[in-house]
């Protein structure tokens, strides 16, 4: 297992490598893989070569992070439309993805693409994917998520984002990027401290973190246009935001004395309220996907457990029980669950726990493991660690079998959050 793993990392890098030319230099590491995969063959697409990079390159290191599928090699063979498969040739292949990528005369890509079934003999898939030249990562994940749905009758979340605040000396960037690491773009950046990156429902905002005077600001951007208000601006340290799912609220954490209460609050910094009136420390919270609950820490109990209180009032209840130390909660997209990360023993590890089972299932091996969200489809799980002394993004699949490290050359990776599903 172990060889098979190396080989398929150093896979995954030629990929990288060949796909990304122009981009920052990322190592991604993948272990594990699913219990039952599905092979799959991804025929170069005819006219790509004509690209700036590979739409069927992008679309094979999509699939080969997701542990999910077993990667066939088309070993030369080059169909590009159904008359031209030939279906005996293809028995190590479930499926096969086909087509054609053309640069029209206005300067925009056309991806004729189609997905067969080789076993069955018939077309599962036919789709024109259209996009402009500067775009070919995002018309290769939109291929990748149509796959990767056919294939396994869950969403695909390759064409979504992720956030993550990056210090490169004694700078910090506030990023976004694809959920893969590439493709950054830096959404501000200052000398004092950034934390905590949240995004608003739509994908069309970030609310953040920001030391930048006597004490912390929440603040929130837009990023079609960069303008951005403060909703939190006391002179306690304001901390933690946190979207409702319909997008018009915001919970926070105000300390003031040392003590910290959740508060709610509008994205325009209108309508205050408090939601927690306890001496103790109420910190991260996080709304449920039906916005009834939020979810958050707290060290009411002696130690740093977690607790579920409703967002129109009422008493708290605890969800933690066992020893050690419970932080950043999440709520599944369902509902149905949550991630944490647990200090335990002098380390960090990631866990999920069932609302009605009360199963909790470990999920990493534990070390400097924080922070984690789930991919808007619930199948992964983003996290924080470090490697070498290094801060890097982390996944893992909600049954702990596969495991990715995306590892940069530039900076430390720091509250890294899992973007929303939003419109192509």
Same mark, same amino acid.
């Given at each position: ?8 990392? %150093?896979?995954?890098?030629? %990929?990288?490598?060949?796909? /990304?030319?122009? /981009?920052?230099? %990322? ?26 990079? =590979? ?10 992070? =997701? ?20 279906? $005996? ?8 993805s086909i087509g054609t990528a053309d640069m029209e005369p206005n300067g925009r890509i056309k991806v004729r693409f189609h997905l067969v079934d080789s076993v069955r003999k018939m077309e599962l898939l036919a789709q024109t994917v259209y996009g402009k030249s500067t775009e070919i990562r995002a018309i290769a994940h939109q291929i990748s998520d149509l796959i990767f749905e056919k294939l396994t009758n869950q969403p695909g979340v390759f064409n979504t984002r992720i956030a993550y605040v990056n210090l490169l000396g004694k700078k910090y960037q506030l990023v976004i990027a694809d959920c893969d690491g590439y493709d950054e773009k830096v959404v501000y950046s200052s000398n004092s401290l950034i ?5 608003? $429902? ?44 319909? #997008? ?84 599944? $997209? ?43 489809? #619930? ?28 590892? =940069? ?16």
């Amino acid at each position: 297992m172990k060889v098979k793993n190396s080989l398929r990392h %150093l896979y995954v890098i030629i %990929l990288l490598c060949i796909s /990304y030319p122009v /981009y920052a230099v %990322l190592d991604i590491q993948i272990t594990g893989a699913a219990e039952k995969q599905i092979p799959v063959a991804i025929v170069p697409l005819a006219g790509e070569e004509k690209l700036k990079q =590979s739409i069927s390159n992008i679309v094979l290191a999509d699939l080969a992070r =997701s542990g999910l599928f077993k990667l066939v090699d088309p070993a030369g063979k080059a169909p590009h439309t159904i008359s031209e498969v030939d279906y $005996p040739a293809w028995a190590a292949a479930d499926a096969i993805s086909i087509g054609t990528a053309d640069m029209e005369p206005n300067g925009r890509i056309k991806v004729r693409f189609h997905l067969v079934d080789s076993v069955r003999k018939m077309e599962l898939l036919a789709q024109t994917v259209y996009g402009k030249s500067t775009e070919i990562r995002a018309i290769a994940h939109q291929i990748s998520d149509l796959i990767f749905e056919k294939l396994t009758n869950q969403p695909g979340v390759f064409n979504t984002r992720i956030a993550y605040v990056n210090l490169l000396g004694k700078k910090y960037q506030l990023v976004i990027a694809d959920c893969d690491g590439y493709d950054e773009k830096v959404v501000y950046s200052s000398n004092s401290l950034i934390m905590t990156p949240s995004w608003s $429902p739509d994908g069309g905002h970030i609310a953040y973190v920001v030391f930048e005077k006597d004490h912390a600001v929440i603040y929130v951007q837009s990023l079609l246009t960069n303008q951005r208000i403060a909703v939190a601006n006391f002179p306690e340290s304001d901390s933690a935001p946190a979207w409702s799912p319909d #997008g018009r609220q915001l919970a926070f954490v105000l300390t003031n004395d040392g003590n910290s209460h959740i508060f709610l609050v509008r994205p325009d910094g209108s309508e205050l309220q408090q939601m927690t009136f306890d001496d103790e420390i109420d910190t991260e919270p996080n709304f449920s996907p039906d916005g009834q609950s939020i979810i958050f820490e707290s060290d009411r109990s002696g130690s740093v457990q977690l607790y579920q209180i409703p967002v129109d009032g009422g008493d708290a209840e605890r969800l933690t029980f066992e020893n050690g130390s419970y932080f950043s909660p999440h709520y599944s $997209p369902d509902g149905n669950s949550f991630v944490f990360a647990k200090w335990e023993s002098g380390r960090f590890h990631i866990a999920t726990e069932d609302f009605k089972t009360k199963l909790v299932q470990g999920l990493t091996n534990g070390g400097w493991e924080r922070n984690p969200s789930f991919a808007p489809n #619930g199948q992964m799980i983003l996290y924080a660690t470090e490697e070498n002394g290094h801060g890097i993004l982390s996944t893992v699949s909600i049954d702990g079998r596969v495991k990715q490290k995306i590892t =940069s050359q530039t900076g430390d990776i720091l509250d890294p959050i899992w973007g929303p599903f939003t419109k192509h």
